[in-house]
């Protein structure tokens, strides 16, 4: 169990400090000049002081006083009121920035806290949501390619994340199993005379049935008889499509379990699962008066949405002929992942071309009066994934590169690095040395860049054990593992309270350290793993610059060493942590 964060921890440090501020505020302005002023009130790091307040500029307009005689009287007022018990200096800059150094003892205080505390200072939500994330959402019958890489692999890290940030997290893998393609996929499994397709046999199973489709009218006739004998509940069909479902499910358990990916089959819950909701979707929205009929379909004119020509642009609900599409299926979702699911926030994790498609979806739910406070529905959206030349990454042919077969190769080439670097790793330990470098190579070159971009998939770059890579930052604690081994004996009766960071560098990554709860509150909040990325390759190089100016092991003394220990004890747990809210191992030797 989490020990609860103590009235030193990392974070009342810093926020012990944000709300003397803030009531210094009120004082000498009045309470609503400091509720204005709140966000400002909040500490930033400094290149020219331990944190940075820039509240007297915020506020200087709204009192109409200069910032700088802003700044002076709160200086004033934090000084009387017992500030530099915490601060060793509180400093005016430029044009009234506050600049605040923490004294020696207060800073390892705020460390000692953060190293007793075995989630390092990170606390809980004080009202958690329930959060119902959507993600990796493949199709049955169909192998995961590198499309599929964004998805899965941003959704796990937010889903764990979310998780450690005390939330309840429903994961939702929306797979793709109904519809009219179906059809043509079950029969082409009954002209096969197969009861299961062999490992590997996805891709070449479905573009063979979509070849018969296209080329042979007496298959496509059969195909359509059979998607109506599918949706009519036919047994026999019935007991095909399990057949295709359950093989699917198996492929993506061994894939998900390669990949660390927490997906588990409880957690599928693909498009059949709203058949038998979709006609009381529509029943409801006929009930509000949201539906009109446009050429023979019924569909929802969701208001402010238009198209090129600048006409109202339909949501499809229900197609001609009955049918149901995604947008139907979609808010079937969101009535049952709010309702059934009791969810509080809605994530969407699904590429930027569907952008437009979600917005119109929570437009209708809104309308619908489904999505309403306080529950918010979020599109996570990501960008693509790209090759050298800038384009849609492909193999030579021009297919899709198969997830698989990207885990294969990064296994491959990790293994030929850990050989060459760690040839005194027995076969087992380098098996799974390389298994967690190549998997943490994927993942980190994903989530280190900002998911609304795109990013080009280079090999070289992400095993690189330089720079801002998984393997830099994986080196980087099995080195600090390896330090702390030294002396197994001597590692385990360090007393953490000779923790006194005074050089340059240990101050520096000390408050690095402090930095981690602040980054993971951030993340969730925002959704932005590569916040977490570029936090925990700072740390690691703060780690660096640490090593390289303040001996440990051949530290003056004593009391010195066993507090180098310690700082680097508690980097190693912070980085292992870190990269473990990724989805990514921390190995102890490599």
Same mark, same amino acid.
């Not at 430029?94 to 800073?107: I, K, V």
């Not at 169909?142 to 939330?167: M, P, Q």
């Not at 077969?405 to 027995?426: I, K, N, Q, Y």
């Not at 993942?443 to 830099?472: C, H, Q």
């Given at each position: 169990?989490?020990?609860?964060?103590?009235?030193?921890?990392?974070?009342?440090?810093?926020?012990?400090?944000?709300?003397?501020?803030?009531?210094?505020?009120?004082?000498?302005?009045?309470?609503?000049?400091?509720?204005?002023?709140?966000?400002?009130?909040?500490?930033?790091?400094?290149?020219?002081?331990?944190?940075?307040?820039?509240?007297?500029?915020?506020?200087?307009?709204?009192?109409?006083?200069?910032?700088?005689k802003?700044a002076?009287?709160?200086?004033?007022?934090?000084?009387a009121?017992?500030?530099?018990?915490?601060?060793?200096?509180?400093?005016?800059?430029?044009?009234?920035? $506050? #600049?605040?150094?923490?004294?020696?003892?207060?800073?390892?205080?705020?460390?000692?806290?953060?190293?007793?505390?075995?989630?390092?200072?990170? !606390?809980?939500?004080?009202?958690?949501?329930?959060?119902?994330?959507?993600?990796?959402?493949?199709?049955?019958?169909?192998?995961?390619?590198?499309?599929?890489?964004?998805?899965?692999i941003?959704?796990?890290?937010?889903?764990?994340?979310?998780?450690?940030?005390?939330?309840?997290?429903?994961?939702?893998?929306?797979?793709?199993?109904?519809?009219?393609?179906?059809?043509? $996929?079950?029969?082409?499994?009954?002209?096969?005379?197969?009861?299961?397709?062999?490992?590997?046999?996805?891709?070449?199973f479905?573009?063979?049935?979509?070849?018969?489709?296209?080329?042979?009218?007496?298959?496509a006739?059969?195909?359509r008889?059979?998607?109506?004998?599918?949706?009519?509940?036919d047994?026999?069909?019935?007991?095909?499509?399990?057949?295709?479902?359950?093989?699917?499910?198996?492929?993506l358990?061994?894939l998900?379990?390669?990949?660390?990916?927490?997906?588990?089959?409880?957690?599928?819950?693909?498009e059949?699962?709203? #058949?038998?909701?979709?006609?009381?979707?529509?029943?409801?929205?006929?009930?509000? %008066? $949201?539906?009109?009929?446009?050429?023979?379909?019924?569909?929802?004119?969701?208001?402010?949405?238009?198209?090129? !020509?600048? %006409?109202?642009?339909?949501?499809?609900?229900?197609?001609?002929g009955?049918?149901?599409?995604?947008?139907?299926?979609?808010?079937?979702?969101?009535r049952?992942?709010?309702?059934?699911?009791?969810? !509080?926030?809605?994530?969407?994790?699904?590429?930027?071309?569907?952008?437009?498609?979600?917005?119109?979806?929570?437009?209708?739910?809104?309308e619908?009066?489904?999505?309403?406070?306080?529950?918010?529905?979020?599109?996570?959206?990501?960008?693509?994934?790209?090759?050298?030349?800038?384009?849609?990454?492909?193999?030579?042919?021009?297919?899709?590169?198969?997830?698989?077969?990207?885990? %294969?190769?990064?296994?491959?080439?990790?293994?030929?690095?850990v050989?060459?670097?760690?040839?005194?790793?027995?076969?087992?330990?380098?098996?799974?040395?390389?298994?967690?470098?190549?998997?943490?190579?994927?993942?980190?070159?994903?989530?280190?860049?900002?998911? #609304?971009?795109?990013?080009?998939?280079?090999?070289?770059?992400?095993?690189?054990f330089?720079g #801002?890579?998984?393997?830099?930052?994986?080196?980087?604690?099995?080195?600090?593992?390896?330090?702390?081994?030294?002396?197994?004996?001597?590692?385990?009766?360090?007393?953490?309270?000779?923790?006194?960071?005074?050089?340059?560098?240990?101050?520096?990554?000390?408050?690095?350290?402090? %930095?981690?709860?602040?980054?993971?509150?951030?993340?969730?909040?925002?959704?932005?793993?590569?916040?977490?990325?570029?936090?925990?390759?700072?740390?690691?190089?703060?780690?660096?610059?640490f090593?390289?100016?303040?001996?440990?092991?051949?530290?003056?003394?004593?009391?010195?060493?066993?507090?180098? $220990?310690?700082?680097?004890?508690?980097?190693?747990?912070?980085?292992?942590?870190?990269l473990?809210?990724?989805?990514?191992?921390?190995?102890?030797?490599?």
């Amino acid at each position: 169990m989490a020990t609860p964060p103590s009235q030193t921890s990392p974070v009342s440090r810093v926020s012990q400090i944000e709300a003397r501020i803030a009531q210094a505020v009120d004082k000498l302005f009045g309470a609503e000049q400091a509720i204005a002023a709140q966000a400002a009130v909040k500490l930033s790091r400094s290149q020219h002081a331990d944190y940075q307040c820039n509240v007297a500029l915020a506020l200087a307009q709204k009192v109409k006083q200069p910032p700088r005689k802003v700044a002076e009287a709160l200086l004033g007022e934090l000084e009387a009121g017992g500030l530099g018990t915490v601060c060793e200096t509180i400093e005016i800059a430029g044009p009234g920035y $506050l #600049n605040l150094t923490l004294r020696a003892e207060a800073l390892a205080e705020a460390l000692l806290a953060m190293g007793d505390d075995a989630r390092l200072g990170v !606390t809980s939500a004080a009202t958690p949501d329930t959060v119902v994330i959507d993600y990796s959402s493949p199709n049955v019958a169909k192998e995961l390619h590198v499309g599929h890489l964004r998805g899965t692999i941003l959704g796990d890290a937010l889903a764990r994340v979310l998780d450690h940030l005390g939330h309840k997290v429903v994961r939702q893998n929306h797979l793709g199993d109904w519809g009219t393609p179906f059809g043509m $996929l079950l029969e082409n499994f009954v002209d096969d005379g197969a009861t299961e397709l062999a490992r590997g046999d996805w891709t070449t199973f479905y573009q063979a049935a979509r070849a018969k489709f296209d080329g042979d009218p007496a298959f496509a006739e059969r195909a359509r008889r059979r998607v109506v004998l599918l949706q009519g509940g036919d047994e026999e069909t019935l007991v095909l499509w399990r057949a295709l479902v359950a093989q699917s499910v198996s492929y993506l358990e061994e894939l998900y379990s390669r990949l660390d990916v927490t997906l588990r089959p409880a957690d599928i819950a693909g498009e059949s699962r709203y #058949n038998d909701e979709l006609d009381g979707v529509v029943e409801e929205l006929r009930k509000v %008066d $949201l539906l009109v009929e446009s050429d023979c379909a019924l569909c929802v004119f969701p208001a402010g949405f238009k198209g090129k !020509t600048g %006409d109202p642009l339909p949501l499809i609900v229900r197609k001609q002929g009955g049918g149901y599409g995604y947008a139907s299926t979609d808010l079937a979702t969101i009535r049952h992942r709010m309702g059934a699911l009791g969810g !509080t926030r809605l994530l969407y994790v699904v590429g930027a071309p569907q952008q437009l498609h979600l917005a119109m979806v929570f437009a209708v739910a809104r309308e619908a009066g489904w999505l309403k406070p306080p529950v918010v529905a979020e599109h996570v959206s990501f960008g693509a994934v790209l090759g050298a030349d800038k384009k849609m990454f492909k193999t030579r042919s021009g297919d899709n590169v198969s997830l698989s077969s990207l885990v %294969d190769e990064a296994c491959v080439r990790a293994d030929a690095a850990v050989a060459a670097r760690s040839p005194s790793l027995t076969a087992e330990e380098r098996v799974a040395t390389a298994r967690a470098i190549g998997v943490g190579a994927l993942k980190y070159a994903d989530l280190s860049t900002d998911r #609304n971009k795109d990013y080009v998939f280079d090999w070289d770059r992400m095993l690189a054990f330089e720079g #801002n890579t998984g393997p830099y930052l994986q080196y980087a604690h099995a080195r600090i593992r390896s330090l702390l081994r030294h002396d197994t004996l001597r590692e385990q009766t360090i007393d953490p309270r000779a923790l006194r960071p005074i050089e340059p560098a240990e101050r520096a990554l000390a408050l690095e350290l402090l %930095d981690f709860s602040a980054t993971v509150q951030t993340v969730g909040a925002q959704l932005a793993p590569h916040k977490l990325c570029t936090y925990l390759f700072q740390l690691a190089t703060r780690f660096t610059t640490f090593y390289e100016q303040c001996p440990v092991l051949r530290a003056d003394t004593t009391e010195i060493r066993d507090a180098r $220990l310690a700082l680097a004890g508690l980097t190693a747990r912070t980085l292992a942590t870190g990269l473990g809210l990724l989805g990514i191992t921390a190995p102890e030797r490599m």
